[in-house]
Each structure stands twice: as structure tokens, then as C-alpha cells.
């Protein structure tokens, strides 16, 4: 049974620029979550999907959006990168809205330089 | 305030001690909550619920006092593998963390 991926794993960019990062929930999950973890700190809510639609949203910028997939993956997006952008990024997957454990894949870390 | 507040520690302690750790949370509604385990550089992972009642799972106990909004996680027994970030977490309808309490288990 596959848990969470992501990918990539790991990406450098520059300011001003534009990231894609993707993840496949674990199976039978059907809602996907995502979080920034600056280093030292916990991660911090973005938004979440379900039924392709965006259900919460955490306090970001409009500069982060994303999309979720009829298969259940979703791409977190973020335009106009900043330095502060750099971070961990976590998806989490759970079997229905906000009602079930969340399952966090292993990331991507993103470096903007 | 913060959502959720954590001791930082770190907290360094010989195997086989016991340490113990709290936080804090500001939305007296919150109805979930759960311990997260989190190594370096890697994923968190779910290491148990809170409940109301208190829970135990194996060397782990954890304890909910609603009344005073804040949870504690204790490690019996501690052993080598414990040394992680331990993140305290409240769902309210989206998981919010602690920045995490530091445990490192020397020999």
C-alpha cells in the first residue's frame, strides 16, 4: 500500500520565479492538505482540497494556489518566489474532509536563492 | 497568542528516564488533538490521539486537561530511538502544530 509521494524531492529556484510540487495521496484518501515548515519551525497550514475544490485556506498570499486532480493528487503552485519561501513543503492526505488522521509524504524542500 | 505552544526544550535525558512535556492551546472549542513525532529532516509522523480520558500507547502516556487548554506527552523507559521532535497538534478543521519539543536520548 503506497503512503504519500511527492515530488520532487528537492529544488532550487530564484527569486521572482515560478514551482510546481505535486503529491499522490495515500490510498483510498480522498482529501489533501498543505504546509510550509520553515526550518525550526512547525508547519504551517496553506489550504486544503477536497473534491477538487479548495475547502480551507491557511493565512498565505494569494501567490500560493493550487489544484486537485480527479485521480485525488494535487500540485501546490507559488508565482513571484521570495527568499522566505524557502522551506519544506508537506502534503498530507486523510480519508474524508478534516474528519480522519492525516498522513504527511516526505516533502519537498525548496531553496530560492 | 499563538494557536499552539510548546515547550522548546530541548530536552536531553539518559535512557531508561522518563521525561514529560506540555502545551498549550488558545481555542478553548477545540475538540482533537494528537502528538506528531518528527525526525530530522524528514516527514511527521503520527505517534497517538489525545483523548479526553488520557491514553496510553505502550512507553507513551497522554493527558488532556481542557479546563487549563493544554495537553502533556510522557515518555516512560526512554530509549535511543526516542531522540525526535515530538509536535503537538490541534485540529480544528486544519491541523495546526507547536514548533516542536526537542527530546535527545544519550547513551
Redesign the interface.
Known sequence: DAGVTQSPTHLIKTRGQQVTLRCSPKSGHDTV?W?QQAL??????IF?YYEEEER?R?NFPDRFSGHQFPNYSSELNVNALLLGDSA?Y?C?SSAGF?RD???????T?LTVL | RKEVEQDPGPFNVPEGATVAFNCTYSNSASQSFFWYRQDCRKEPKLLMSVYSSGNEDGRFTAQLNRASQYISLLIRDSKLSDSATYLCVVNDYKLSFGAGTTVTVRA
Open positions: 492538505s504546509y525550526g519551525q512547525g508547519p504551517q497550514f486544503q480551507q491557511g519544506l508537506l498530507a478534516m488522521t492525516q498522513y504527511f509524504g516526505p516533502g524542500r
